[in-house]
């Protein structure tokens, strides 16, 4: 099957979508679940707006930043500025639970399934939504694990301690559900501690956050276990009725997920593709007869599914 084909949409009405990817999900042998990121943001993981003005709005008095992409790319003048803005990113999107139940609505759905997750997503909302860690495979890294930027060696670091400690050095508290709260009292700080900025254990130098951006993203022993995980899952269920649900997965890195589940499904007859995106919902013609494509929000989608 040819990769570059005209990408078919589908027609056929939203209710019967429904229906059919019901039916798919129902009589799996198993499910591969692939996710980019727009099923974070359909959970509400939104990067402007709102949510970025409510815990960055002096950074964009300073700066002028329009999103937290923009203000994570700034050339700070010191590491502790640095860090005050990337701790309030990473904790924010890593140890916040999403403003949605989306990701716990798609666990309902697949719970008692034979599944496995493949996720460009650094956010870890699958696990925190109660995916078992064994099934998921995070692909480009974790917001919540440091390495070396060097890097020196393999290893990776959970920061989840560092980073609470580094956003309550800005003045902010810490609720019960885990919510920033911003003080009513005082201004928030826009640097942090020396003491707290990480380094490396090894070399000294500092840090950086294990997401892939270059050629320093570090895959430690947990990464490759995880893409054996993900590689046996595949070969048991080969020729198996299997369903490929695709959520929210774009353009971007298509070889990691879009691809390759477009590949598998039409190389097996008893597999179905199921895309959920809003804006970007299609397949190759080749595999039309086996697609279901619903082009939605993600989050209302799997509401109707659960229905």
Known sequence: MS???KIYKSTENFSAQI???????????????GAGAGLSTSAGF????????????????????????????????????????WSRYIYINRYMNAPKSTYENIFTLVKDKDYFVLTTNVDHCFQKA????????????DYGLFQCSEPCHNDT??????????VLAQSFTIGNDGELIRPADRKLKMSVPTELIPKCPKCG???????????????????DQAAERYENFIRTHKHQRIVFLELGVGFNTPIIIKYPFW??????PNATFACLNYGQAGVPPEIKSQSIC??????????????
């Not at 590949?263 to 097996?268: D, F, R, V």
């Not at 619903?294 to 229905?307: F, P, Q, S």
């Open 263 to 268: 590949q598998m499904t039409a190389e097996n």
């Open 157 to 166: 670091y959970d920061n989840e301690t560092v980073i609470r400690e580094t």
């Open 19 to 33: 229906e059919r990817l019901k039916s798919a999900l129902e009589t799996a042998d198993a499910i591969v679940i």
């Open 46 to 85: 939104t990067y402007s707006g709102e949510r970025f003005q409510k815990y960055f709005f002096n950074f964009v008095e300073k700066y002028h930043f329009e999103d937290m992409y923009s203000g994570g790319f700034y050339p700070y003048q010191t590491p502790e500025a640095y860090w005050a803005y």
């Open 294 to 307: 619903i082009d939605g929000n993600i989050h209302e989608v799997i509401e109707e599914v659960m229905r």
């Open 205 to 223: 130098k500092p840090m950086s956050m294990n997401l892939r951006a270059d050629d320093t993203f570090v895959q430690d022993s947990g990464w």
């Open 3 to 5: 990769l570059k084909t």
């Open 130 to 141: 109660g995916f078992d860690k064994k099934r998921l495979f995070y692909t480009q890294g």
